[in-house]
């Protein structure tokens, strides 16, 4: 039985325990990945928090890139030594969703997330005591080694950096596609972006590429302004230091922005979005809050201003398309990935990444292995 290192997490609101784990080999159907890269995001704090309650123990982490160790029987589009992007929503390919060109809303990749198990009901961890280990988002990126469905890898061209397709597959993916795919924000339009993470700061770079302006950034830790400037914001508001609606008014001749994104995961960003737009505005909220959280919005402005508030689950895209396509949109220089890497961690250091995390000291921070 293949072991390998890998981050459990067996308590929330503990530190993960680094530690050897038996990784089952791969059942027909599925693919074994030895991880290069996986992403240190926030929404895999929530889950070490308890925000978000999972079962445990657990292996998180749900970005990343690897190679292809080994293929279960009937597996045929990945082989192994192939390079690969683990998909933290994996998809049947056969649903009204899937058909529709919503594949992040398809019910096997819910199911994964929600039970934390394959789509058989069964894991392919163990602990070296025998212990059951369950999967994050089908992909616990934060193994060595891990075992996902074929239909949670997308196979990438092996000259492309494996960090950098990280990055692509959970932050880049979701924010770009927040603009690209789930607002359409048109050349020229207004944006203001409330949170300048992983998420937020590819927000204001997908407001970038499609020519928006002016981009407004907010966050509260004012070491993100010089990150966020670097995407393309004009303009950064210190929330921490000013009633952010109103510098945001003040900055667009009192009428407030086009479209305003929330990427911290806060009911009060997302109410100050709602409230920082222009008549006929539209919300979109991609941040994850705490499971039982309830914004207040004013609905007549829904009605009287014609505000638009949506949702989006990994930037609306279709992954097994737009990771592609964002690889190529690096390599033609418009998608900048180099800039959102401020530091890398070993898996060992897992804990102290999601402290450094926590305190906003990093954009994006990858754990990566030799
Ligand atoms: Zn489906
Ligand atoms: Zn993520």
């Not at 638009?308 to 033609?332: A, F, Q």
């Amino acid at each position: 039985m293949p072991t390998a290192p890998a981050a459990v997490l067996y308590e929330s609101a503990q530190p993960m325990v680094i530690e050897e784990v038996e990784v089952l080999p791969p059942q027909a159907g599925e693919v074994m990945v030895r991880m290069k890269a996986a992403g240190v995001c926030h929404s895999d704090l929530h889950v070490m928090k308890g925000d978000l309650p999972m079962p445990v123990p657990i292996i998180l982490g749900h970005e990343g890139a690897g190679v292809v160790e080994e293929v279960g029987p009937g597996v045929t589009s990945v082989a192994p030594g192939d390079h690969v992007v683990p998909i933290w929503r994996a998809s049947c390919g056969r649903c009204d969703f899937c058909l529709k060109g919503r594949p992040a809303l398809c019910d096997m990749g819910t199911a994964m997330r929600f039970t934390g198990l394959m789509p058989d009901g069964n894991t392919r961890f163990r602990s070296a005591g025998g212990r059951s280990i369950r999967h994050y988002a089908g992909v616990s990126t934060f193994s060595s080694l891990s075992t996902m469905p074929e239909a949670a890898v997308v196979r990438i061209d092996p000259a492309f950096p494996l960090w950098k397709a990280a990055l692509i597959s959970c932050g880049v993916i979701t924010g770009v596609g927040a603009v690209t795919h789930a607002a359409k924000v048109p050349p020229g339009s207004s944006v203001a972006v409330f949170g300048c993470g992983g998420i937020g700061l590819n927000i204001i770079q997908g407001a970038r590429m499609v020519s928006a302006g002016p981009v407004i950034a907010v966050d509260a830790h004012p070491g993100k302004e010089a990150h966020a400037r670097r995407m393309g914001a004009a303009h950064f508001i210190n929330a921490a230091e000013c009633d952010a609606v109103q510098a945001v008014k003040d900055l667009t001749g009192g009428r407030g922005v086009d479209y305003a994104f929330e990427a911290i995961g806060q009911p009060r960003a997302i109410e100050q979005a709602y409230d920082s737009l222009k008549k006929g505005g539209t919300c979109v909220v991609s941040g994850i809050c705490r499971a039982d959280a309830r914004a207040a919005i004013n609905v007549n402005q829904l009605v009287y201003a014609e505000k638009t508030l949506r949702g989006t689950l990994y930037g609306s895209t279709r992954p097994r398309i737009d990771v592609v396509n964002l690889m190529r949109l690096h390599e033609s220089g418009a998608l900048q990935l180099d800039e959102l890497l401020t530091r890398t961690w070993r898996l060992e250091q897992i804990n102290e990444a999601y402290e450094a995390l926590e305190r906003g000291e990093v954009a994006r921070s990858l754990i990566v292995w030799e």
